[in-house]
């Protein structure tokens, strides 16, 4: 047996962070239903960690029983009881099953922590549907290393990146019919222009206006916060490059997440209309052809793209070897702004969420002449709202200098 030294003080620090703020009382959600308020984790809660077997193997789905215990301890400290399931289940692409064995724990917790790099409520609709009907909330835990857990990524306060996902949704709100004109450039030759529009219902899926708090707009709560609500659009138009995409789907489309020769697409109205590159584009090009099979002509939709809110999401590989890892961490990134490669919906006979993405990293972004971003600096971090929360914790990563 391994000799047990006790959870190292950078780490408690995250994880007393996931229980006592992420699922603690809500300072800022529930004005309409005080219930939102309430601590997720404490005497008579139910508790289930998720995780998946295959990570501590080389699968994609990263975990170590280091990290689960330190958690699982935290967690019981706070007089809930946890209980921790392994999963085997080895994912076939197109798919992709919510276990029935997972389905039944959720049913029967108050809180799921699900460190799953697979089994994401962002892919999988099922999962995402089950947890609103069981009225579980679940976190989506993305540190679920040991070393992962002493970074500054990890370390950085989740109030402050709670309020900067809120402040950075300034900019495109408005009451219903609004829209707002939008250019959007970046050095790499991207150049589209358009109109946000105000938030759309997606079926099963509760609303995330844009300046939603998460206790309000759904039962899923992601750890560290990671991105700004979808931003939809309507007449988009120009060109659109990028080297880089959420690594979800990329071993799906057969490419790594990140890659050399940019990919090109050229959008009229909202739509793909060409996909010019190398290697990569051609791979695209044929996946995006098989979807039209599943899920039809809306997988060449060209109308929503959103950005990372967390100003330190940057881990070196010493620190996380998992190449797909390490690329969703860089997601997060302020710098990263992501469009969605086609917007069709989950349907009855492929209910799972198309959620290719691309990502580029220096964009300057104006939204009725109001600047959001400025060659990859997410404006809202000059936010004295922001600046403020910052001040909060001097000891802990906050906003970088700016360079």
Request: charged letters at 25%; hydrophobic letters at 35%; glycine letters at 8%.
């Amino acid at each position: 047996m391994a000799i047990q030294v006790g959870i190292p003080e950078a780490a408690m620090r995250v994880l007393t962070d996931l229980v006592d703020n992420c699922c603690g009382v809500d300072e800022y959600a529930g004005a309409f239903n005080p219930k939102l308020k309430e601590p997720l984790i404490g005497p008579g809660k139910e508790v289930l960690i998720i995780a998946h077997k295959d990570g501590l193997y080389g699968g994609e789905n990263l975990i170590d029983e280091e990290a689960v215990a330190w958690l699982s301890s935290v967690i019981t400290s706070r007089g809930a009881r946890c209980s921790i399931l392994w999963v085997d289940d080895p994912q076939k692409p197109h798919e992709w099953r919510y276990p029935p064995v997972v389905k039944g724990a959720i049913a029967g917790a108050d809180l799921i922590i699900n460190t799953s790099f697979q089994m994401a409520v962002e892919e999988i609709a099922e999962f995402r549907h089950h947890i609103e009907e069981a009225d579980t909330w679940m976190v989506r835990l993305f540190p679920v290393t040991k070393e992962l857990l002493m970074t500054e990524w990890a370390q950085t306060p989740y109030e402050l990146t709670k309020i900067m996902r809120h402040a950075a949704s300034k900019a495109f709100q408005g009451k219903e019919g609004d829209e707002f004109k939008f250019v959007m450039t970046d050095p790499n030759g991207t150049h589209l222009e358009g109109f946000t529009t105000q938030p759309k219902p997606r079926p099963g899926i509760p609303g995330h206006g844009y300046a939603s708090w998460r206790r309000d707009a759904s039962h899923y709560l992601p750890f560290p916060e990671w991105v700004h609500p979808p931003i939809n659009c309507k007449n988009v138009n120009g060109v659109f490059v990028f080297n880089s995409m959420l690594s979800w789907w990329s071993p799906v489309i057969g490419i790594d997440p990140e890659w050399e020769t940019p990919i090109k697409i050229e959008v009229e109205n909202c739509k793909m209309v060409d996909i010019t590159g190398g290697y990569e584009a051609r791979k695209l090009k044929r996946f995006l052809e098989v979807m039209v099979e599943k899920v039809g002509e809306g997988i060449y939709n060209f109308d929503t793209f959103h950005f990372g809110i967390h100003p330190n999401a940057h881990v070196s590989k010493y620190q996380c070897p998992h190449d797909l890892y390490r690329r969703i961490i860089d997601h997060m990134h302020t710098s990263n702004v992501h469009w969605h490669i086609g917007s069709a919906p989950a349907n009855p006979n492929y209910n799972f969420y198309p959620h290719v993405t691309g990502d580029i990293q220096n964009a300057t972004l104006t939204v009725n002449d109001r600047q959001v971003y400025d060659n990859g600096w997410l404006c809202c971090q000059d936010d004295p709202e922001v600046r403020a929360v910052a001040a909060k914790y001097p000891d802990r990563p906050g906003i970088p200098e700016r360079v």
